[in-house]
């Protein structure tokens, strides 16, 4: 790692051996770190488990549970999506309301909002947390899911280790300690100069804050693009074997460790200074 690894992408450059670093001291542990426990009972009847199998799995730990239900669910996803629709399409739902505690749309936009995630290859930022579960499930090595906790945890990183000038914009979320320290006023704060106005007639423009931030923030229409694109050079050197090809790993870690030691980290290291 003495040399700086950057993503392949030709507009946003990462410094992915930081980010690694920073990554590792929780690594070993995600068994233990992740503890999204989702209630499987459902996937008998979408005909994904057998009762068995669904009593065998809801005996183990959350992080064990859900790498088998990563398989398990890729695999009948890939086989309803070519000939079983409406099997295709509850599943797709259970993942985004059951699994994702997404409850808030309509059954037929949500399916119709799939549809075209898996038809375009730049999809529509709006909703991209609900589109972007399924994505996961169905291409683990092409997608991950791009949700509140994940860009949250992965812009702190960036910010605290200078491992990057460009920022991902986050989903709305619901996490009340992320909402006290909101990442977008912190990297905002960072680069307090860049948003000082040349006077106060300047404020007056319209759009005046959208227009600063595009110099920090990726455009919500290549966010999604340009994740994948780092989480998959992030897992290459984070994990070994089969663990590198999967981005969930990566995923799964950002995910683990936003409200706390993401939290901890940002209590502990950030300071104000008022003139």
Known sequence: MGLTKVTDSSHYKFNVAKIVTYLKKYSED??????????IE????????????????SEIKPYEKEIILKDRIRKKLNEFYHNQ?????????WIIKDWGGITGAKDENTIELIKQFLNQNEP????????????????PEKYTIYDSRVTYSLNWIILSENAGEKFFPIPEGRNSKMSAFDMNVLIRLRNIQKYKPINTEE??????????????FIPTKKAYSELNKLIKDISSDLWEGEKSKMLYYTEMLLFSIADKEIFNDIT????LSIK
Do not use: H, Q
């Not at 995600?30 to 209630?39: A, D, Q």
């Not at 589109?131 to 996961?136: I, R």
């Not at 502990?268 to 300071?271: F, V």
């Open 30 to 39: 995600l068994p233990n770190l992740y503890v999204w426990n989702v209630n």
């Open 42 to 57: 459902k996937l008998v009847g979408l005909k994904v488990l057998t009762e068995k199998e669904r009593d065998k799995l």
């Open 85 to 93: 629709k409406n099997e295709f399409d509850n599943l797709c739902l």
């Open 124 to 139: 529509i930022f709006n909703r991209i947390a609900s589109a972007s579960k399924v994505g996961a499930y169905m291409f």
């Open 203 to 216: 404020l007056t423009k319209r759009l005046y804050i959208n227009n600063k931030d595009k110099s920090y």
């Open 268 to 271: 502990s290291k950030l300071t």
